[in-house]
């Protein structure tokens, strides 16, 4: 069966900025709190209205993300911004409770090799923390949505094959111990657009509209296609921290609130802080096309 | 209307090499004609079958194709490999047909702007050279296919915005004027995967299985989302010259009779012969993710 061309994409797609958390997480440079600020503050200005700002783990595990605290303060004086923060168990989340993040996103490895190697507890030992995250979340009457990640949902570079059973187990799992939504992550970049149509539909049914986030890699360059597949069946919001998931949404005419050029922008003064950084993507190099206006048009 | 998880993609896929062609003319550094063969040799030995291997231009113009005769020549010494040549008018098919091409591919620009700066004629005008190049193969009683390759089709530097109407009404042309197959290419990468779908759908609706191949230029990271979209409404031929494709279909359990460990050894060796040239690609660099042999196997 082909599908008619009428696909209903979704007419208004929420991009998470995570460079602050995903991007940081894995080079070497340290940046400055303060670049951090104003990296929120211009991502702000260019319309984004979610972003994952830091991660509430040990400071000597990851130095780079010791400044959550002050970076999350920071990130909630702007009016409208959701700000959420990564947190490995019950003591970071008790820290994102206490600090008023909008948002805890809890990650779960759908590789039990990889769960066992990350953080040294199973997938099912990781449910029972977010039962526990529940618990302490409602206790200190927060506000505080909890998001559990299915991380490694699409294999893992330790186990290598993750069984979509597996991955649709944990999602229940996840809501049953009391997450408010459920996100799925492809975290080394396996994932091809059939197989993102083909969990997420089921994840879809499982979830409904808790299943509220894609999250890909561009390891293997397919990731903007894994949010294309993504978005035809449903999803609408995505992870990113490259322009081109956002040009390839403006150029679609499905609205995001983001202003191109601004972002471009602030790309290149992310680069500035990231000196001697490889960064990734197409269109900063490429430049918007000719045409991009006319297609913003198409947006209205 | 959500599509269902089983939209029905193709079951095989074929790649057009086209990095001798398209790949080569956009590049400083003149490849030597030996390393163009041993390209073709090892092309054919990853199991692809299909090489745009050149152009029949005058060489002051393009210096990296005037080879293009010698290995057209050499590529038909592989038995089952289909070469073919890009001709900009009459005297490059005369040329491309006195030596045997399998195929030729006159592309024909949709945006005037384009075709007048590129070869000093309207679309229109072009159109009508592919009648000449019909009679003249008619004449000759030769097997050389003609393909129309409609270019700039999403739009282009010059001109900006390119209407679909009118890639459509050239399409329509094309055909009558004696073209046996005909393509859509994204000359400058301004393509996204919502507009393929939309104009490849209504050129299939003109032109049937005659609408033979989607060609893509990654220059804003759009590509490998564009092909999955043709896919979609059921295209099978794609022009690339990067190893993301092959791996994406392979992936996705789609046959293309590709080697990738054997691909990958070829790009590497065509990185040799270009050092210092910028090439393009994400799966060379972080290598084959450890499920692609389960993922072949759903393949089968």
Same mark, same amino acid.
């Given at each position: 069966?082909?599908?008619?061309?009428?696909?209903?994409?979704?007419?208004?797609?929420?991009?998470?900025?995570?460079?602050?958390?995903?991007?940081?997480?894995?080079? $070497?440079?340290?940046?400055?709190?303060? #670049? !951090?600020?104003?990296?929120?503050?211009?991502?702000?200005?260019?319309?984004?209205?979610?972003?994952?700002?830091?991660?509430?783990? +040990?400071?000597? @595990?990851?130095?780079?993300?010791?400044?959550?605290?002050?970076?999350?303060?920071?990130?909630?004086?702007?009016?409208?911004?959701?700000?959420?923060?990564?947190?490995?168990?019950?003591?970071?989340?008790? /820290?994102?409770?206490?600090?008023?993040?909008? @948002? =805890?996103?809890?990650?779960?490895?759908?590789?039990?090799?990889?769960?066992?190697?990350?953080?040294?507890?199973? +997938? &099912?030992?990781?449910?029972?923390?977010? $039962? /526990?995250?529940?618990?302490?979340?409602?206790?200190?009457?927060?506000?505080?949505?909890?998001?559990?990640?299915?991380?490694?949902?699409?294999?893992?570079?330790?186990?290598?094959?993750?069984? +979509?059973?597996?991955?649709?187990? =944990?999602?229940?799992?996840?809501?049953?111990?009391?997450?408010?939504?459920?996100?799925?992550? &492809?975290?080394?970049?396996?994932?091809?657009? /059939?197989?993102?149509?083909?969990?997420?539909?089921?994840?879809? /049914?499982?979830?409904?509209?808790?299943?509220?986030?894609?999250?890909?890699?561009?390891?293997?360059?397919?990731?903007?296609?894994?949010?294309?597949?993504?978005?035809?069946?449903?999803? #609408?919001?995505?992870? #990113?921290?490259?322009?081109?998931?956002?040009?390839?949404?403006?150029?679609?005419?499905? !609205?995001?609130?983001?202003? @191109?050029?601004?972002?471009?922008?602030?790309?290149?003064?992310?680069?500035?802080?990231?000196?001697?950084?490889?960064?990734?993507?197409?269109?900063?190099?490429?430049?918007?096309? !000719?045409?991009?206006?006319?297609?913003?048009?198409?947006?209205?």
């Amino acid at each position: 069966m082909k599908p008619s061309a009428t696909v209903a994409f979704p007419s208004r797609v929420v991009i998470r900025e995570v460079g602050l958390r995903d991007g940081l997480q894995s080079i $070497a440079t340290i940046m400055p709190t303060e #670049a !951090k600020k104003q990296w929120i503050k211009e991502a702000f200005e260019a319309g984004i209205r979610e972003i994952e700002v830091g991660s509430f783990v +040990p400071a000597k @595990l990851i130095p780079q993300l010791a400044d959550t605290g002050e970076v999350l303060t920071y990130a909630k004086t702007f009016p409208g911004l959701f700000a959420s923060v990564l947190v490995p168990n019950l003591k970071g989340a008790e /820290r994102a409770i206490d600090n008023g993040a909008d @948002l =805890l996103l809890v990650p779960l490895s759908a590789s039990r090799a990889h769960s066992l190697a990350n953080v040294r507890r199973t +997938p &099912d030992e990781a449910v029972s923390e977010v $039962a /526990r995250i529940r618990a302490a979340r409602d206790a200190a009457r927060s506000k505080t949505i909890i998001e559990g990640g299915v991380s490694t949902a699409f294999g893992c570079t330790i186990q290598g094959y993750v069984d +979509p059973e597996e991955v649709l187990r =944990l999602v229940h799992a996840l809501l049953d111990a009391g997450a408010d939504r459920v996100s799925l992550a &492809d975290t080394v970049g396996y994932a091809d657009p /059939r197989m993102v149509r083909e969990l997420f539909e089921r994840a879809l /049914r499982i979830a409904g509209d808790r299943f509220c986030c894609g999250h890909f890699h561009d390891t293997r360059g397919m990731a903007i296609a894994n949010v294309y597949a993504a978005m035809e069946v449903g999803i #609408a919001r995505f992870d #990113a921290s490259t322009e081109d998931l956002a040009y390839m949404l403006a150029s679609m005419g499905i !609205k995001t609130g983001i202003d @191109l050029e601004r972002l471009l922008e602030l790309r290149g003064h992310v680069a500035g802080w990231l000196e001697g950084e490889a960064t990734h993507g197409n269109v900063w190099r490429a430049g918007l096309p !000719k045409t991009m206006q006319r297609a913003s048009t198409r947006a209205e």
